[in-house]
C-alpha cells in the first residue's frame, strides 16, 4: 500500500447504532474506541476521539486524513459522522477520505477465498448488501450497492462460496444460510472504525481525496424515509 510516504488518519463510523473510533497510520492501528448509544452519536463521538487522543503522543493537529464511512446506514448516524470529519479536516488541515459502509465491513475479512456479502438492515424487511471479491486484500466491488430482502440475497447465492457478514443472526437462526456458505467471525461481522482507517490510508497514499464542500453520505434510500419514522415516533 505505501509508496514511501507516511500517513496518519483518523477514522470515524458512525453508519450503525454502534459507533467506532480509531486512529491508523499506513503502519499500524494506533488506537480504537467503541460506543453504542443508539442513533445519538453526537453525544459521544467527539468526546470519544478526545479520550482516543489523550491516550496517545499524536496529536490532531498532527493527522493528514479523516476517514468517514458514508453509507448506506442510518441517516442520521451518516450526518453526525460526515459533519464530525469535515469539523477535523477543518481543524487540522486535513484531507476528507470517504469510505463506502459495505466496502469498510468487506475490509475485515480481506484475503478471504470468496466473494464477501455484507449486510446491513435497511428496516422494512429488507438489508443493504453489494459483493467485494477480497482475495487481494482491500474489497473490489462485483456489484452495485442495492436494497432487497436477505432472502433474495441468499437464493441469488445459492450453492456459491460466500463470506457473510452485518446483520446475519436472524438469518443463522432460521437455517437459511446454508452448509456452502460461510459466516465471517463473531468479532469481524460489524462496521469498524479501524478498516474504514485502513482503507483511508490507502486512499490518502493513492491522493485520492473527497471534495470537502460538496461530499454527501450515500444514503441509497431517501433520507425522508428515516426522518417520517423519527417523526412518528416524536
Known amino acids: 500500500m505505501s509508496d514511501g510516504r507516511s500517513a496518519l488518519v483518523l477514522a470515524i463510523e458512525t453508519a450503525t447504532s454502534a459507533g467506532s473510533v480509531a486512529l491508523v497510520s499506513n503502519e499500524r492501528t494506533i488506537a480504537g474506541r467503541y460506543f453504542d448509544t443508539g442513533r445519538y452519536h453526537s453525544q459521544r463521538l467527539f468526546t470519544e476521539v478526545e479520550a482516543m487522543f489523550e491516550g496517545v503522543d499524536e496529536r490532531i493537529e498532527d493527522l493528514d486524513g479523516v476517514a468517514v464511512s458514508v453509507g448506506p446506514g442510518s441517516f442520521t448516524g451518516l450526518r453526525i459522522g460526515l459533519s464530525a470529519a469535515k469539523g477535523f479536516c477543518l481543524a487540522a488541515g486535513a484531507a476528507l477520505l470517504t469510505v463506502p459502509t459495505l466496502a469498510g465491513m468487506a475490509a475485515r475479512v480481506p484475503y478471504a477465498c470468496a466473494p ?16 467485494y471479491a477480497t482475495d487481494q486484500g482491500q474489497p473490489q466491488p462485483l456489484s452495485d450497492v442495492r436494497v432487497v430482502e436477505p432472502g ?21 437462526a432460521s437455517g437459511e444460510i446454508g452448509t456452502e456458505t460461510l459466516v465471517a467471525p463473531l468479532h469481524c461481522l460489524r462496521p469498524d472504525a479501524g478498516a474504514i482507517g485502513w482503507l483511508g490510508v490507502g486512499k490518502y497514499l493513492a491522493g485520492d481525496e473527497a471534495d470537502l464542500a460538496s461530499a454527501e453520505p450515500e444514503y441509497i434510500r431517501p433520507p425522508y424515509v428515516d426522518e417520517a419514522a423519527a417523526g412518528a415516533k416524536g
Open 116 to 131: 464477501a456479502c455484507p449486510m446491513l438492515d435497511a428496516r422494512r424487511g429488507q438489508v443493504y448488501t453489494a459483493l
Open 152 to 172: 433474495q440475497v441468499i437464493e441469488e447465492r445459492r450453492g456459491k462460496s460466500t463470506v457473510y457478514l452485518g446483520d446475519v443472526g436472524a438469518l443463522m
